[in-house]
């Protein structure tokens, strides 16, 4: 069974292996998540999957068909829900509940952490996708900043058509990425936590989905 949790990240420290070296690692406080629900093949829902439940909230900050839902794997309102796909048929019965000790106990090395990226606003192409700008002398006026000609080498017949996907001034960051294959360091069951090589998308107090890697044992 695919091991997966909910989690927010905490913040970026260092440990220290057993030959004494500097590991930068990301903590992350992953569940205990709750088993709302389990989807199976065989039933009408035609795929395998699990919906997992992080952190109560309080009953009046929630909505009757959220309360409802919750009460009926046993527990009550969550703050975040989130739907892990499986490729069997899973085990887990609604009102389980899962937390950091089925990665240590599945001996799970590598994880994939989903999150969503820092919010940086509308930005121009100089910060968004790093372009030069433009020259800071021969005439050049209050230009020094902008993109250029942004309709250069367009299809006959359709005059300076920009074309789709250009590298544009834009909304920057606030988008769902995937930290592929971290390597897991350690495992804290006593404080529900996670140490993960390397960054994780995502603010600190930013909630992500920590699972198992798929592309790496």
């Not at 205990?32 to 093949?41: D, M, N, R, T, W």
């Not at 909230?57 to 969550?78: F, V, Y």
């Not at 209050?142 to 359709?158: D, F, Q, T, V």
């Not at 971290?182 to 140490?195: I, M």
Request: aromatic letters at 4%; hydrophobic letters at 35%; glycine letters at 16%.
């Amino acid at each position: 069974m695919l091991a997966a949790l909910i989690g927010k990240k905490i913040g970026m420290t260092r440990v220290y292996d057993e030959e004494g070296t500097i590991i930068p690692v990301t903590v992350i406080q992953a569940g205990p998540c709750s088993v709302l629900q389990v989807k199976a093949a065989e039933a009408k829902d035609g795929y395998n999957a699990v919906q997992l439940g992080y952190e109560d909230i309080k009953a009046h900050r929630s909505t009757m068909p959220m309360i409802g839902h919750a009460a009926t794997a046993g527990t009550g309102p969550k703050r975040i829900l989130q739907e892990v796909r499986l490729g069997d048929t899973p085990e887990a019965q609604p009102g389980d509940v899962w937390t950091v000790e089925l990665f240590e106990t599945a001996g799970i090395r590598f994880v994939d952490v989903i999150g969503t990226t820092k919010g940086r606003g509308f930005a121009g192409g100089m910060r968004r996708y790093g372009f030069g700008g433009q020259l800071a002398s021969h005439g050049t006026e209050r230009k020094h900043r902008s993109p250029g000609g942004i309709g250069a080498n367009a299809p006959r017949g359709l005059g300076r058509a920009i074309k789709k996907g250009k590298r544009m001034a834009g909304q920057m960051g606030h988008v769902r990425r995937t930290a592929r294959c971290q390597r897991l360091v350690r495992v804290d069951k006593e404080n529900h936590l996670l140490l993960v090589r390397g960054s994780v998308p995502g603010p600190n107090g930013g909630y992500v989905l920590i699972r198992q890697a798929k592309t790496k044992a």
